[in-house]
């Protein structure tokens, strides 16, 4: 079966269909893996196969997972699926509705969850490399200020990552890593507070105080 390039959706409430934690990594293992059955792909994800039948038909009813033959089995027929596309992006037709954004957020919520669960069963496996001259992760957290021209140069960095992990599809060799990076404008929830100074007081000798210097934020461990 032949794949398109990519998808669009338009549909807020489709793309939440996408996103959820289980379904991102049945939708990752079918890109990998190619047409395949559920005992495959829960093997792929160290599932239950019982567990993904339902998430594979919601994934069909909102149009991003297809049925793709048939094959034998060892003990029956086996029902094969594959993605309609080979990557999927939004294109909503409301860019600044409510649902459209809370789709957003739903999406970050359930990477970060995925990426908090790779983490942890790599740790708990022993597969997390420590030493520097070996180590084979990479965090990294920044706050800082950026100007239009310096983000969409961040942009073109985040596709670069998309285009290395692409890559890593089609060739299958080393071992399987998860990415996730996250790029936002930062919002406060309460901004700074006017107040108005008191009257100085001449009988009490005025204080000097050192300025506080401010730095951005910077937490990586060997990015």
Not at 8 to 14: E, H, I, Q, W, Y
Not at 38 to 43: F, G, K, L, P, V
Request: charge should be positive; proline fraction near 7%; charged fraction near 30%.
């Amino acid at each position: 079966m032949n794949r398109k390039p990519s998808h669009l959706v338009r549909s807020p409430a489709d793309w939440c269909v996408l996103v959820s934690p289980v379904r991102t990594e049945i939708v990752e293992s079918l890109r990998l893996l190619g047409p395949c059955g559920t005992a495959e792909i829960a093997a792929a994800l160290g599932r239950p196969a019982d567990s993904l039948y339902k998430h594979i038909e919601l994934l069909q009813k909102a149009g991003f997972v297809t049925e793709a033959g048939f094959r034998k089995g060892e003990r029956n027929i086996e029902q094969l699926f594959d993605v309609v596309a080979e990557d999927f992006s939004i294109d909503f037709a409301d860019a600044t509705g409510a649902a459209e954004s809370k789709a957003i957020v739903t999406t970050v919520n359930s990477f970060s969850k995925a990426m908090v669960r790779a983490v942890r069963d790599s740790a708990r496996a022993g597969q997390l490399e420590l030493q520097p001259e070996r180590r084979n992760f990479a965090i990294n957290y920044e706050l800082s200020w950026l100007t239009p021209e310096a983000f969409q140069e961040l942009r073109g960095l985040v596709r670069r990552v998309k285009q290395l992990m692409d890559d890593g599809k089609k060739r299958r060799e080393g071992r399987l890593y998860l990415s996730l990076v996250v790029a936002t404008p930062v919002t406060r929830k309460r901004g700074p507070v006017n107040r108005r100074r008191p009257a100085p007081n001449p009988a009490k000798k005025p204080t000097t105080q050192k300025p506080v210097k401010l730095s951005k934020t910077k937490t990586s461990i060997n990015p």
